[in-house]
């Protein structure tokens, strides 16, 4: 059993949609980035990547490559699923939280499990999503930006796909 640690921040501008978990979230601003800029995915990619000894997303998908200029995170994620699966490793569970003053999370909180869940070949279950305000404290809390942490278990499978 191998376990990662991924976080990540974005910061909300206007003209943006956000995306949380692959899910379009109503809302006034949505998060800056190069690709959707998907703050959830990617503490979850990092999280992956860093169980699998594999480095992040940075490494992988670097913000200066325009092959990811816009790119969907699910997309991403996918790809790291596949990196993990190259290494005989599969993913046991996935524990992330999304530190955000707006919007309220909690009506698309099972549709981002479902589509990380799907991106990776995995169990809804194996998924977990919360969502947690900073009581206006920070840069969160002012509305400014979002954050995400993730924690991944992964374990060898004995087989690495080639």
Do not use: C, W
């Not at 969907?72 to 994620?77: A, D, G, W």
């Not at 999304?98 to 998924?127: C, N, T, Y």
């Amino acid at each position: 059993m191998r376990v990662g640690f991924g976080y990540d921040v974005h910061k909300l501008v206007e003209g943006r949609p956000l995306v949380l978990g692959g899910v379009s979230i109503p809302f006034v601003k949505g998060l800056l980035g190069h690709s959707d800029a998907d703050v959830l995915a990617h503490a979850v990619m990092d999280a992956l990547l860093g169980a699998a000894g594999a480095g992040d997303i940075g490494r992988h998908f670097p913000d200066n490559d325009g092959r990811y200029k816009g790119i969907s995170s699910m997309k991403l994620l996918a790809r790291v699923g596949d990196i993990l699966s190259r290494q005989g490793l599969a993913v046991v569970n996935i524990d992330s939280v999304v530190v955000a003053q707006g919007p309220k999370l909690s009506p698309f909180i099972e549709e981002m499990q479902k589509r990380m869940a799907g991106a990776l070949q995995i169990q809804p279950s194996q998924v977990s999503v919360k969502a947690t305000t900073t009581e206006g404290l920070g840069f969160a809390g002012k509305g400014e930006g979002i954050a995400a942490y993730a924690v991944a278990l992964v374990h060898k499978t004995g087989q690495a796909a080639t």
